[in-house]
């Protein structure tokens, strides 16, 4: 269990208060604005919705609601329901949502993912959550750093655990301090300047990982199967669905 002062304590039980009801009042303008997005959309058409901005429009309100339904999930003390359902296609979901984000990166953005579409144990709503948040801090850690940026997302088996499967996230950034390693996953902790990070993103992944039963890590540079290219790599562990369950 991660120790936190009794600011941070009070600072998130305010927010388990005020959660449910931010998140309410969010999704009706969320409505209002997809309802005028489809009349645009039935209006004017393919010049319309063709066009690369409104895509964007698009991808960032379809982002902007997964949250929402993260947090109001989370706000359940209860375990998430579990079950079995294909990895690849949240991974490419994730990617999808951040397009115009890696489109810059050109191929210096990689997806990889096995050719037998693996099946694990666990929510697909919590590891998208999970998968997009690691996949945004990636980016933002690559941003600025013109030619040599590069990110990857990969499914490959658990190398210290048969019978689990690791999405993993890499990035050729400025990394993590040694100092801050123990740290990153403190609430309100960020290592990004002021009004970048909230210090929120990757406790909330962390507990939605944990809550549908998996695991979420930095690893090391001496972890098995780790890109010798990056400068960050974390990993989110499911368990493989028995055979028969697929």
């Known amino acids: ?52 901005d409104w895509q964007l429009i698009v991808s960032e309100l379809a982002r902007l609601e997964e949250v929402l339904d993260t947090f109001r999930t989370l706000m359940h003390a209860a375990p998430l329901e ?19 984000r890696t489109r810059a990166l ?11 579409r693996p099946v694990v144990l666990g929510a697909p709503s919590a590891l998208l959550h999970a998968l997009t948040n690691l996949l945004a801090n990636a980016l933002d850690a690559v941003d600025g750093t013109g030619d040599h940026g590069r990110v990857e997302v990969r499914l490959v088996q658990s190398p210290d655990a048969p019978g689990r499967l690791q999405l993993r996230v890499a990035d050729s ?10 740290r990153i996953f403190e609430p ?38 780790r890109q010798p290219w990056a400068a960050t790599e974390f990993s989110i562990e499911l368990p493989l669905a028995p055979r028969e369950a697929t």
């Open 173 to 182: 950034g400025c990394g993590v301090p040694s100092a801050l390693r123990e």
């Open 188 to 225: 309100l902790f960020t290592t990004k300047r002021p009004g970048k990070g909230t210090g929120l993103g990757l406790y909330t992944a962390l507990r939605m990982v944990r809550a549908c039963g998996g695991a979420l890590q930095l690893l090391g540079n001496d972890a098995p199967l």
């Open 106 to 116: 050109g191929p210096r953005f990689a997806v990889v993912v096995p050719d037998d």
């Open 82 to 100: 579990t079950f079995p359902f294909e990895a690849t296609p949240v991974v490419l979901r994730a990617a999808n949502l951040l397009c115009f």
């Open 1 to 52: 269990m991660i120790d936190r002062p009794s600011s941070a304590c009070s600072t998130l039980d305010d927010a388990a208060l005020l959660t449910p009801g931010l998140v309410h009042e969010m999704r009706q303008p969320i409505m209002g604005i997809r309802a005028a997005m489809h009349l645009l959309a039935r209006a004017l058409g393919k010049p319309l919705t063709e066009l690369d």
